[in-house]
C-alpha cells in the first residue's frame, strides 16, 4: 500500500487526497481535483444507506453460535486452504525482497509462474520500463496476467501488487530503512491468497473470465517526497484504454466489468472497512462485495466507510473498470521491517477468498 490517512471528514478528505496522489505535498497548495477523480455525492450515500442496511441485518442475526461455525454455516463446499495460504506466503518471503527489477523479482515471476500454469492457468508477462524520479537509470518491469478461460469476453480482475519496497520507510530508526525487508502483509498476502485459489480456478463454476493481475512498480519508491508511485498499474490501465479505442464495432471483444484489488488482507485480526475512492468510483461493486460478506459472516468486512487509501485501483477506475480496494488500513506493522509471516495468519485471507468465490458464483 502507498499511503493512507484518516480521521478527516469525507468530503474534505476526498478533495485532500485527490491532491496528495497528484504532488504528494498536500501542505505545499491546495490544486484543484482533476476531473475524473470527481465523483457525484450520491454513490456515497447509496454506500451509506447500504451500510445502514447491512447493520439491520447484523443486529437481526441470531449469535448464540460460535464465530466460526456461523462463518461457515451456509457454505458446506468449503476449499480455500488458508493453512497452504499461509505457506505460500512464507515461500514467497524466503526469496526474500522482491524489489523491481530484482533477481528476487525475477526469482518470485518463476516460482508464479510455475505454480499457476501447473494448475491450468495461462500467464503472460506485460512487460515495460520505468524512470522514476529519483533513480539514475529506468528499471524494466512487467506485471503478470494468470488468465482462466482465456476465451470468454466478460471478464473480471482479481489483483494484487507483487513488488517489494526498497526502503522499509515506517521504521522509526532510519538506520533501519535500507535492512532487507520481505514486506509479508504488503504485497505479498495477495498473491499468496491468489495461489491458493488457483487451486480452484480451472473447474470453478462462474460465467465470466478471470485474470489474477500482479503489478509491479506499485512499491518503486525510494523517495516518498519525490517519487512516483504505480508504475505497473497505470501501465497496465493505459494499454487497456488503448486497446479498447482500437476496437472496431463488432470485432472480437474482451471487457473487464469489474477488478478486486486486495492489499493487507493477512493481519492478524484484521478489518476492512470500505475504502473511501472504491466508494464513490465503483460503489455498486462495494455493494456487492460487503452485502456478502454479511451475509457469509465474514466479520473482517466492516460495513462502514474508512479512509481513502492511494492504491492501484486509481489506475484501473481511470481506465472505466470499476476497481475496489480491499485493505486491512491499520496494520501496525506496515512499511516496517516486522512486516513478517509470523505477523500474518490466514483469517482475513480465507474470509476475502469466500467472499470472493461466493461473488464469482453470482455475477451475471
Ligand atoms: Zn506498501
Not at 456461523?70 to 526469496?95: H, N, S, T, W
Not at 501447473?118 to 518491469?141: C, I, Y
Amino acid at each position: 500500500m502507498a499511503r493512507y490517512f484518516g480521521g478527516l471528514l469525507f468530503g474534505l478528505a476526498v478533495v485532500v487526497s485527490c491532491g496528495w496522489l497528484f504532488i504528494s505535498r498536500p501542505w505545499a497548495g491546495q490544486p484543484e481535483p482533476p476531473a475524473d477523480f470527481v465523483i457525484p455525492t450520491q454513490s456515497v450515500e447509496d454506500v451509506r444507506s447500504h451500510a445502514a442496511r447491512v447493520n439491520e441485518v447484523r443486529t437481526s442475526e441470531t449469535i448464540d453460535k460460535p464465530a466460526r461455525e456461523q462463518f461457515a454455516a451456509d457454505r458446506d463446499d468449503v476449499v480455500f486452504d488458508a493453512a497452504r495460504a499461509m505457506g505460500y506466503l512464507k515461500d514467497i518471503c524466503k526469496i526474500g525482497p522482491r524489489i523491481s527489477g530484482s533477481d528476487g523479482m525475477t526469482k518470485q515471476q518463476e516460482l508464479l509462474k510455475k505454480h499457476f500454469e501447473s494448475l491450468g492457468g495461462k500467464v503472460e508477462l506485460q512487460s515495460f520500463t520505468a524512470r522514476q524520479e529519483s533513480q539514475p537509470r529506468p528499471v524494466d518491469m512487467a506485471n503478470m496476467i494468470v488468465r482462466w478461460h482465456p476465451d470468454r469476453k466478460r471478464r473480471v480482475i482479481l489483483c494484487s501488487h507483487y513488488d517489494t519496497r526498497p526502503i522499509a520507510d515506517q521504521e522509526p530508526d532510519r538506520r533501519k530503512w535500507h535492512e532487507p525487508f520481505v514486506s509479508a502483509n504488503d504485497g505479498g498476502s495477495g498473491v499468496a491468497l491468489l495461489m491458493e485459489l488457483a487451486h480452484q480456478m480451472k473447474d470453478f463454476k462462474t460465467e465470466v473470465g478471470v485474470d489474477f493481475v500482479f503489478f509491479d512498480g506499485e512499491e518503486y519508491v525510494f523517495d516518498p517526497e519525490r517519487d512516483k508511485y504505480f508504475f505497473g498499474s497505470e501501465h497496465f490501465g493505459r494499454a487497456y484504454s488503448k486497446d479498447k479505442s482500437k476496437r472496431v464495432p463488432g470485432g472480437p471483444r474482451q471487457e473487464y466489468v469489474a477488478a478486486v484489488l486486495m492489499d493487507m488482507i493477512a493481519g492478524k485480526n484484521p478489518r476492512f472497512p470500505v475504502e473511501q475512492h472504491s466508494a464513490m468510483q465503483a460503489g455498486a461493486l462495494v455493494r456487492e462485495l460487503w452485502s456478502i460478506a454479511a451475509e457469509l459472516k465474514c466479520k473482517a468486512f466492516v460495513d462502514r466507510v474508512g479512509s481513502a487509501v492511494l492504491d492501484d485501483h486509481l489506475a484501473l477506475n481511470r481506465a472505466g473498470i470499476p476497481a475496489v480496494d480491499i485493505i486491512d488500513f491499520n496494520y501496525p506493522h506496515w512499511h516496517r521491517l516486522t512486516d513478517l509471516p509470523d505477523n500474518c495468519s490466514g483469517e482475513g485471507m480465507e474470509q476475502v477468498a469466500r467472499v470472493l468465490t461466493a461473488w464469482l458464483e453470482r455475477i451475471k
